[in-house]
C-alpha cells in the first residue's frame, strides 16, 4: 500500500472507514511528517499532538464499537456504518478559528495569546464529521495579506519552493497539503485567501458563494465577505471536504464530480476593478496559464470567448474601507499597538479615523457593485482569468523583510504599508471582487513553469460561477483532470 500521506483524502477516508487503518496511526503518521517538514515550511504555529491522539484513540473506539454491535457482520462488513463521514480524518484550522482549549494568535504579536473558550461553528461542524485536528497554521496577522507572514512565527514557505511565500492568509494550511502534512484543509477565504495561496502551492482551491459554509473566523466582516472552503489536492478531494462544511441538500459533492457538465458559454477576461488605481501587466507565467487553462476547456468541449467587463473605479477604496473595517476595532491594548506589523497599524489607524457613515458610503456601493458585476457576469455560464498576475513571490517581499532560510524573525520590517498593499493588489488582482459579489470561485493548478510538479512553479486559472454552481465548479475541475 501505498504511504498513507500519498492517499488521497477519498481513499485515506475509506481506509479509516473499512477499519484498513487506524486513526492512531494515521494520527502519528501525520504528526511525524510535520516534525520532520514543518521547520522548514513554518505551516504550524501550533501543533497539538498530545490532543490529536487522544482524539484519535476515541475515534478508535467509536469505530471498535459500532464493530462490535448487532448491526455488524461477521466478516466486518458494514463496520463503516454509523460512522461519521471524516472518521479519524486529520485536519488542521487556521490561526484566526477558535478551537476550544487552544490558543488563536491571529497572526499578532499585540494580542493576549489565551486558549479559545469555545470552537467556532466550522470547527464545532469539522469535529462533528469526525475530523481529528493536529493544530493550527500560519496566517498573515489578522488575516489581512496574501502572504502568511508575521512577527510572532517563521513564514510559511512555499514546498516547491522553499525561498517563495506559500500565498495567504490561509497560506499555512496550504503549504502543509502541497507538502503532505495534511491530506487536506479548511481555508477561510475574504479577499482571495483560499484560492491565492491553493494557486501558488499547486492545489484545488474552492470558495463557496455567500452563506454556504460559516467562515469560522472570530473577526467582524461587515460586508460578509469570508466564505471558508477547501483545500486539497484534487476536485474529489475537495469535494469530500464540501461535504462535510456544508448541509446543502441534495447529490453530495463528491458524486457530483463524477458528472461531465454539458457545454458551457465560458468568458475569458483580464479586466480588473484593481487597474486603474493599481495598474499592473501580467506576468507571461500567468498568460502562459491562461493560454492552457483555455485549450484544456475547449477540449472539454466548452466554449470560450473573450469578455469585456467594466468595473467602477470607486471599487478600490470601497473595498479597502470594508476590508480594514473589523482590524480597527480589534481589542488591542494602546501600549501594544507599536507591536502590530507597519499594514496593520497603518490601515487600523486609518480605520479609526473613519466615521461609521463613511463606512456605511463604502458598504452601499459595494452591493450596487454587486448588481452591477453580476449583470456582466450573468452572459456566461462561467467566468475564465488566471488566478494570480505573478509567479509566487518571494518570502518577504511584500514586506522588504530579510527572511533568511535560518533567521527569524526577520531582520526588520521597511514600513511601507501602502506599498505593500499596491503589491497584494497586483499579485491578485482577480480576487477581492468574487467576494464582495458572494460568488463561488475555484482555482485549478493548470501549468508549471518548468514543465511539470517537482521541478518549477505552479500556476492557476480561476472559474467563477453564478450562485450555487459549487458543484459545477467542481466538476470542471475533475473533467480537466484535477
Not at 258 to 284: K, N, Q, V
Not at 374 to 400: E, H, I, K, S
Request: hydrophobic residues 40%; charged residues 20%.
Amino acid at each position: 500500500m501505498a504511504e498513507i500521506h500519498e492517499l488521497s483524502a477519498v481513499q485515506l477516508r475509506d481506509c479509516l472507514r473499512s477499519g484498513e487503518l487506524s486513526a492512531r496511526e494515521t494520527a502519528a503518521h501525520y504528526l511525524a511528517r510535520i516534525e520532520s517538514g514543518n521547520r522548514l515550511l513554518g505551516a504550524f504555529i501550533n501543533v497539538t499532538a498530545e490532543q490529536a491522539m487522544a482524539d484519535a484513540d476515541a475515534a478508535d473506539a467509536t469505530f471498535a464499537r459500532l464493530r462490535r454491535g448487532p448491526s455488524a457482520s461477521a466478516s466486518g462488513a458494514g463496520a463503516g456504518e454509523g460512522l461519521p463521514l471524516l472518521h479519524g480524518v486529520p485536519v488542521a484550522f487556521k490561526d484566526l478559528t477558535d478551537v476550544a482549549g487552544v490558543v488563536t494568535t491571529h497572526g499578532s504579536a499585540a494580542l493576549d495569546h489565551k486558549p479559545a473558550v469555545t470552537d467556532a461553528a466550522l470547527v464545532t461542524t469539522l469535529k462533528a464529521a469526525g475530523v481529528v485536528s493536529l493544530g493550527k497554521t500560519q496566517v498573515p496577522e489578522f488575516g489581512l495579506t496574501a502572504y502568511s507572514e508575521n512577527r510572532i512565527a517563521p513564514p510559511s514557505r512555499n514546498p516547491h519552493a522553499p525561498s517563495r511565500s506559500s500565498g495567504g492568509s490561509s497560506g499555512g494550511s496550504a503549504a502543509a497539503v502541497a507538502a503532505g502534512l495534511l491530506p487536506f484543509a479548511p481555508g477561510s477565504d475574504g479577499g482571495g485567501s483560499v484560492r491565492i495561496p491553493a494557486a501558488a502551492c499547486g492545489l484545488v482551491g474552492l470558495k463557496p458563494g455567500r452563506g454556504v459554509v460559516a467562515s469560522g473566523e472570530s473577526s467582524g466582516d461587515p460586508a460578509r465577505l469570508v466564505a471558508a472552503g477547501p483545500l486539497a489536492r484534487s476536485a474529489a478531494d475537495a469535494a469530500l471536504l464540501m461535504d462535510a462544511l456544508s448541509a446543502t441538500p441534495g447529490d453530495t459533492y463528491l458524486d457530483s464530480v463524477a458528472h461531465e457538465p454539458g457545454p458551457l458559454r465560458i468568458g475569458m477576461t483580464l479586466d480588473s476593478p484593481w487597474s486603474t488605481t493599481f495598474p499592473f501587466t501580467p506576468e507571461p507565467e500567468a498568460l502562459d496559464a491562461l493560454r492552457v487553462g483555455m485549450e484544456l476547456l475547449e477540449r472539454a468541449g466548452h466554449r470560450v470567448t473573450e469578455a469585456a467587463v467594466r468595473y467602477d473605479n470607486r471599487y478600490p477604496g470601497a473595498f479597502t474601507t470594508a476590508w480594514t473595517a473589523a482590524v480597527g476595532t480589534a481589542r488591542i491594548s494602546p501600549h501594544r499597538e507599536a507591536l502590530l506589523a507597519p499594514l496593520t497599524r497603518t490601515f487600523r489607524r486609518r480605520a479609526q479615523q473613519r466615521s461609521a457613515a463613511k463606512l456605511n458610503e463604502a458598504l452601499a456601493f459595494l452591493r450596487q457593485f454587486e448588481r452591477d458585476t453580476l449583470a456582466q457576469y450573468g452572459q456566461w455560464d462561467l467566468m475564465l482569468m488566471p488566478t494570480l498576475a505573478q509567479t509566487p513571490r518571494p518570502v518577504g517581499w511584500f514586506t522588504g523583510a530579510a527572511h533568511g532560510d535560518d533567521r527569524w524573525p526577520a531582520t526588520e520590517w521597511a514600513g511601507d504599508a501602502d506599498g505593500d498593499y499596491r503589491k497584494q493588489c497586483e499579485y491578485a488582482p482577480w480576487s477581492s471582487m468574487v467576494n464582495v459579489c458572494g460568488l463561488p470561485a475555484i482555482t485549478i493548478p493548470v501549468y508549471w513553469t518548468g514543465g511539470g510538479p517537482g521541478q518549477s512553479l505552479p500556476m492557476g486559472i480561476q472559474l467563477v460561477g453564478p450562485a450555487g454552481s459549487e458543484r459545477l465548479l467542481l466538476q470542471v475541475a475533475a473533467q480537466l483532470g484535477y
